[in-house]
């Protein structure tokens, strides 16, 4: 054995076709022929192998495997970067690439099939089906050999091309079952995959009961020859024995996917051979003078230039052109979907499906060309059966009787040309059992799918599988009772276009797939099936949209309504699902594309919006606080809730904490992002938010904060923070606004903080959500709460009521410590599987007090009665202080409200003047308002509001006048001493106007930098809100916001 020895690190390598050799060691050959292996350290490999350890044993990483990508529960799971970083403890997290990995019913694991008989049987036996052997001849006779071979040309066009494109998706990652569904709902989301899966399973449905009819159409022709009638001899014979036929195929689908690939076997070569019987047949021509007189004359050059023209004649009371006939014909060619039907039960999908469904598609146009040339160029379209008439020759001419055949008259033509008739008849029949047979075997599998990710909650109940196998019994039932309702019309020509038109959706929708997965590119996009193109999907896509209106334009509105309907009734559900679809690569590629679009849009100040970041932590903490600002923004602006957080948290806790935060803003129907600051202060993280809070123009530029209740008992350093932030703000150009309401806007202590001990995600996010939505909807009663929920108990009575036992009842109330705080943990689903049949509500007994606390909740989200909004737009801001009020006035719960203003006049002698200036500027910002009023602060204030004043900023005097960032001098409050007393003017026409508003807004006053401390302030703004409805402090960035040019 030769081997070649690397001299840098005596990596020792192996040729072509012989044994490997070990890497960084020299191998010695001994005498006796055998080898030892040295490494570098000159210890033979048995006694290094002793000292060597696994992979696992020495680093927490784990190599690629299959097995790592995997979204089943059995996928083993990579460490997550925490626990390699070292800065969390490993735990099992819910995979979320994929919605597939969540609780469901497990999939069917019955037999797997080849590409052959999985899908190069299954769309030939589809494929081959009724047409074949009773309209493929009529065909010829309308539309003659030449537009027979376009038509053919035109279904293979798009049959190809849509192949090609479903290809490429089947190749795009693993493919499971639920078939054509599955690939549409797993690549362009689940609306459009739902609602072309239903449509594509009706038309299965509906394509099993033409193919049924198809045979009993045959039977009875074959019984007619005996001059045996059943009951009528047509339609009512069509439905008893389709009603049997139908019920037998559904019993053999439901044994299991191995009885019905056996009995395909034997259909398809049954099929075969009548296809050879009438080829043989038609070579071998006519073969006596009554077959001459049925019209069968042989390959002959007058009949195949008479056949080539088209011919178009009133059938069945239908007057056919080329499209009508086209979609006769097309509901043959429909069968390339079959393979993929069945994924789930394919060895390999994703090579099984391009390969069998191309080579059908090869064989069958092939087989449909031959047989219309063989058709048009040996049989007339006329003949009346008589060989009198053929022996005068008048044939054709019919002249004693209407012709009953030739291509146009019998749909048994092929039978009269096969060099065995009964062959015919058993071919006809195989082709169309097969493919009902196929069709009622794809419908309930595809149902399963659809139940299986509970898109449309009608469908769960037939999902259910039955077996090792899985069987879908339910979705036989729903199944054979579709088809048996079609099965009653009895008319195939009225069938066919229905179904032509349902399938060239489902096509349309394939190829759209492929060209918007291709136009987008996403990342995940990466198909092994490389022969497919992105705008020969789109033409696809454009062909089978503008075939379905050529052939019935009523009947494809009808289609694109039905599935228009169905698509906005999951848009509408809104199923919870994350399958990485091109319509969510779409949503990030417009996103992304607009937001730099956005950057090189100039500003201008008709265009202006508000965008709010609101410093509310967590959302559920400041509910109140949150609903206010989405008055604001309401969908048509940015709104950021902000969150600081002083402790260093995880990335685990972070992300709890967010999906906390969108599930409550989600619930409560508030279009926001949430952003979080950890491991900083309050000043220190507000001044991060502001800096670096959104994207291009998509930035904030109204801060909102909720009023600081407690300043006057806090800590200095949070005062000086507070007031600090305001600055901030002012500092990078920011709009002011503060909120004040009476008790606060603090419900955190309604609520368990999420940390490391508690840590649930279902009990953090789906409690939390469920507690304020009951608070909002029923808080004016005793509330029940979930008890799953994570409300605070610690100072709230609760009555615990619990029955159990199936003999009695046992009653009892208790007192909620932390050792019963931990039944709250507990899910319903747990709770009653740990207790039987235990029901445990927990009942809140609040005082009156405490539940006007709770109402207050829904302040700014309950329906306002006629009231007023009084703005105080003393200070020109640039217009902020009016627009926000009058935005807040057009919100549906706000209808109600009108606009009261109020301005501050520069003298008191010219109060009419400044009204009437006021009055026309409002209507040259064509704001509406109910009143309009003009004061004066210049008046001196009462002696209590003085002594009010007085008594709040008394414990932040300072007793000597050195500069004191908490406390306020003397020397402060004397130069500052008329702004004061405006201030508490301006309380007393507050009070004297405004205290029966329903809202309050009012211009915010400029704190100075470094020249006003921050107790000097507050008292200011407590003494101007202080009784006072809620009440909003408002301060723009001196840009203009309002404009009165068009």
Sequence with gaps: METTTNPKD????NRPGQQPFYENGAFQMQENGTGTFKNRTGLDHNQDKKRRKSIVQITKEVLPRLENYRNSRRAVKRPSLGELHGTEDYTKEKS????????????????????IQGVLIPCMLNIFGVMLFLRLSWVVAEA?????????????VVCVITTLSLSAICTNGEVKGGGIYYIISRSLGPEFGASVGIVFAFANAVSASMNTIGFCNSLSDLLSRYNIVMFDGGVNDARVVGTVATIVMILICSVGMEWESKAQNFLIAIIAGAMVDFVVGTIMGPQDQLQMAQGFSGFNATVWETNWNPQWRKTEGIEFDFFQVFAIFFPSVTGIQAGANISGDLKDPASAIPKGTLLSLLITMTSYALFMFFAGAAAMRDASGNVADLVAGNLTACTNTSCTYGLFNSYQMMTIMSAWWPFIYAGCWAACLSTALTNLLSVPRLIQALGIDQIYPGLIYFSKGYGKAGEPFRGYVLTFLVSEAFLLIGELNAIAPLISNFYLASYALINFCTFHAGLVKPLGWRPTFKYYNTWLSLFGFIACVVIMFLINWITSLITFIVILGLYLVVVYRNPDVNWGSSTQAQTYKTALTTA???????EHVKNYKPQVLVLSGLPKHRPSLLDFAN????????????????????????????SDAYAFLKSNKIKAFYAA????????????????????????????????????????EELLAYFNVLHAAFDHHLSVAILHVKGGLDYSSLTIDIDETNYSSD??????????????????????????????????????????GKNGQENRAMDVTDSALSTT???RKEKKKKSGAVKLDVVLSMTQEELLHVEDINRFRQKQGKGFIDVWWLYDDGGLTMLLPYIISTRQDWSNCQLRVFGLASNKNDLALEERNMAHLLSKFRLNYAALKMVSISDKPKQETIEMFDDIIEKFKSETNTKDEGHTSEVELNTYQDKTHRQLRLRELLLENSRDANLVVMSLPMPRKGNISAPLYMSWLEILTKDMPPSLLVRGNQQSVLTYYS
Excluded at 10 to 13: D, G, M, P, S, V
Excluded at 702 to 707: A, E, P
């Design 10 to 13: 005596n990596r020792l390598f």
């Design 96 to 115: 979320s690439d994929n919605a597939d990995s969540k609780d469901q019913p497990a999939p069917h694991v019955g037999i797997k099939l080849g590409w």
């Design 144 to 156: 003659g050999i030449g537009l027979s071979l376009v038509i053919i040309v035109m279904s293979a």
């Design 596 to 602: 730099q679009k956005l950057i090189n849009v100039g």
């Design 631 to 658: 008055l604001i923004t309401k969908n048509h602006s940015l709104l950021v809730a902000g969150d600081i957080i002083e402790k260093k948290i995880t990335h685990k806790l972070r992300s709890q904490r967010s």
């Design 677 to 716: 600051m950890d491991n900083t202060n309050f000043e220190t993280g507000a001044t991060g938010l502001l800096q670096v809070t959104g994207i291009g123009k998509l930035t904030p530029n109204v801060l909102l904060m909720g009023y600081k209740n407690d300043w006057q008992n806090c800590q200095s």
């Design 763 to 804: 009990n953090s996010v789906n409690g939390t959500v469920r507690l304020f939505n009951e608070l909002r909807t029923s808080p004016s009663s005793a509330l029940m709460m979930h008890s799953d929920s994570n409300l605070s108990l610690t100072n709230i009575g609760v009555a615990v009521t619990q029955q159990s």
């Design 825 to 827: 943990n507990l899910t």
